[in-house]
């Protein structure tokens, strides 16, 4: 059973900092790789999404990587900004079924201090 | 695009009645899914559409959760009798399969908020 771990569950960083997020998972067959931003009361908005076959994904400001060996991504934020406060989760999608069987993590919980 | 649209944001109801959760997906995706969210158990996966046709269910709690998809624009999830365990956020989400697998982002809607006193 895939399992996937976000550490830390909070972090704290002044602005203007640069700063990355680590996601882990346990079944190196995955599908894809997603990272979601997830603001209070909000729903969850698509950031990234690395397909299995891809190395590294990237828009803007965010970075994403990719090892499926190690069973590791990270999400790099640079030059980070208050409006980037929000709890940042990974998801994998599992071989042969895609977004069908995603698992996520419990998320990472971002303060941007100014 | 309006994107997902949920209804209705927040459900206060008593232990008992009946729950309807209501989600309108992005016009042109063919993939729906219905998540849970809570603090103890993070988002599960409840149910999952493809062509208003529901290919997994393995997710969904117990006989007391029901999920239809009637057109492609339209679908909810109804909680009979609901209970005090069933308090979460229900979180409707959208994208387009090509093939088997589903490919695209999905597009999540900004959930419903079920309180079940």
Aim: charge should be neutral.
């Amino acid at each position: 059973k895939q399992e996937v771990t976000q550490i830390p569950a909070a972090l704290s960083v002044p602005e203007g900092e640069n700063l990355v997020l680590n996601c882990s998972f346990t079944d190196s067959a995955i599908y894809n790789l997603q990272w979601f931003r997830q603001d209070p009361g909000k729903g969850l908005t698509s950031l990234l999404l690395i397909q299995s076959s891809q190395r590294e994904q990237t828009s803007g400001r965010l970075n994403a990587s990719l090892d499926k060996s190690s069973g590791r991504s990270t999400l790099y934020i640079a030059a980070s900004q208050p409006g980037d406060s929000a709890t940042y989760l990974c998801a994998v999608g599992r071989a042969n079924f895609g977004n069908e069987k995603l698992t996520f993590g419990t998320g990472t919980r971002l303060t941007i201090i100014p | 695009d309006a994107g997902v649209i949920q209804s209705p944001r927040h459900e206060v109801t008593e232990m008992g009645q009946e729950v309807t959760l209501r989600c309108k997906p992005i016009s042109g995706h063919n993939s729906l899914f219905w998540y849970r969210q809570t603090m103890m158990r993070g988002l599960e996966l409840l149910i999952y559409f493809n062509n208003n046709v529901p290919i997994d269910d393995s997710g969904m709690p117990e006989d007391r959760f029901s999920a239809k998809m009637p057109n492609a624009s339209f679908s909810t999830l109804k909680i009979q009798p609901s209970e005090p365990r069933d308090s979460a956020v229900y979180f409707c989400a959208s994208s387009w399969t090509s093939g088997r697998a589903v490919t695209g982002e999905l597009f999540f809607g900004e959930g419903s908020r079920l309180t079940v006193l």
